[in-house]
């Protein structure tokens, strides 16, 4: 089985801290993703990686970066935190292959909170 | 562009209840389909998949229809269980995409 592991289910973190969120997948995986997710918003895509070192820009990039310097872990950045940025952050991960088939595997999330 | 939308929540049904969520998409082509299901403080599971017309996806008793000629994709168990209480999620991916598109979710909550 895929696994994508967050480093943290729960963070609190002060206004103006700058924050890191990491992820790791198991399974070699070319492509990897960042959301959030808020209550009545759904799910919305703040950063993918289609594979080392590239990245591109989701819906929702603003005050947000991310590095992918290995295969395996992708971590995002909240380069000042906000309290707007408070949140579920969801990471996954997909197998390339050029097909939309291929489905994706999310890790558990990290509660994010921003005082 | 593409877009995904699912029935309001939230949903509640009794234990062996029929359950069905209503699920529609926009594509400009031939996009695949997916189920996603939430546990409470859980990160998302693929529950099914189809990835062509006529398709049906099955997993753990649930079931989807890929259905082009209606642009549906809705999910359907015959008896739901106090455990199938969660988030339902669909979504779409189409051609070279990578990335999904999702609706807005569905919460199911089942009573014994």
């Known amino acids: 089985d895929v696994k994508v592991t967050q480093s943290s289910r729960y963070l609190v973190k002060r206004t103006g801290e700058k924050v890191f969120l990491e992820c790791v997948q198991d399974m070699d995986h070319e492509n990897m993703f960042w959301y959030r997710q808020d209550p009545g918003l759904g799910l919305r895509l703040i950063y993918f990686?289609?594979?080392?070192?590239?990245?591109e820009k989701g819906d929702i990039p603003e005050g947000y970066s991310v590095s992918r310097e290995k295969k395996e872990r992708f971590s995002l950045i909240l380069e000042s935190a906000s309290t707007n940025q408070t949140s579920m952050y969801l990471c996954?991960?997909?197998?390339?292959?050029?097909?939309?088939?291929?489905?994706?595997?999310f890790g558990d999330g990290t509660r994010l909170s921003i005082l | 562009g593409d877009s995904v939308t699912q029935m309001e929540g939230p949903v509640t049904l009794s234990e062996e209840a029929f359950l069905t969520i209503n699920c529609t998409y926009t594509a400009t082509g031939y996009p695949s389909l997916f189920w996603y299901v939430q546990y409470p403080g859980e990160g998302l599971q693929l529950l099914l998949k189809a990835t062509k017309a006529d398709d049906k996806g099955s997993n753990k008793g649930f079931e989807a229809t890929y259905r082009k000629e209606t642009t549906s994709f809705h999910l359907e168990k015959g008896s739901v269980q106090v455990s199938d209480s969660a988030v339902y999620f669909c979504a779409l991916s189409e051609g070279s995409a990578r990335q999904l598109t999702f609706g807005s979710g569905t919460q199911l909550t089942v009573l014994p």
């Open positions: 996954a991960s997909r197998s390339a292959g050029g097909v939309s088939n291929q489905p994706q595997h």
């Open positions: 990686s289609y594979d080392v070192k590239m990245k």
